[in-house]
């Protein structure tokens, strides 16, 4: 092993990917044909690697049914954290190529372009709602706390 292959990481731990089922409210959309075809492409916490702040990435590839998709309920954390997404439209790089529906407290943004997000430690954010997805979407989350965890909103 290379002297700092230890900072090279990629996919999401198995014993992880194993262990988080999906909430309730998840399942119930994916019984009536409402979900989002995704990859979770990495997952870095501290435990991972010593030092590490907490990111994780995902591919939305594609939605099924009409209704919006909610991914995300409200919730706060005690680090701040920034949330991407980068739309994958060749030919408009700036376009979102969807829609997301994102709550920053009680004020709702239609997020329709490329972004980054900067989160607040114990700033209320989201719901977050997939409202369109015309052609893929990266996703992304990194907080300056060393593993993933919420101040409220743990019921999701």
């Known amino acids: 092993m290379n002297r700092y292959e230890k900072y090279i990481h990629t ?23 409402i979900y989002v075809d995704s990859t979770w492409l990495f997952h870095l916490p501290e435990d991972v690697v010593k030092g590490a702040f907490y990111t994780s990435g995902v591919w939305l590839w594609e939605k099924h049914g009409n209704s919006p998709i909610e991914m995300e309920i409200a919730h706060t954390h ?9 739309g994958t439209v060749r030919d408009d790089p700036h376009s979102l190529g969807g829609e997301i529906e994102f709550w920053l407290e009680d004020e709702r943004y239609i997020l329709d372009k490329s972004c980054i997000l900067f989160i607040p430690r114990g700033m209320k954010h989201l719901p977050l709602y997939i409202n369109r997805l015309d052609s893929p979407i990266f996703h992304w989350t990194a907080g300056n706390g060393g593993t993933y965890g919420r101040t409220s909103g743990n019921e999701a």
């Open 11 to 33: 996919g999401v731990p198995e014993e992880l990917q194993r262990s988080l089922k999906p909430p309730k409210r998840i399942l119930e959309q994916r019984e009536k044909g």
């Open 78 to 86: 005690d680090f701040d954290e920034t949330i991407g997404f980068l």
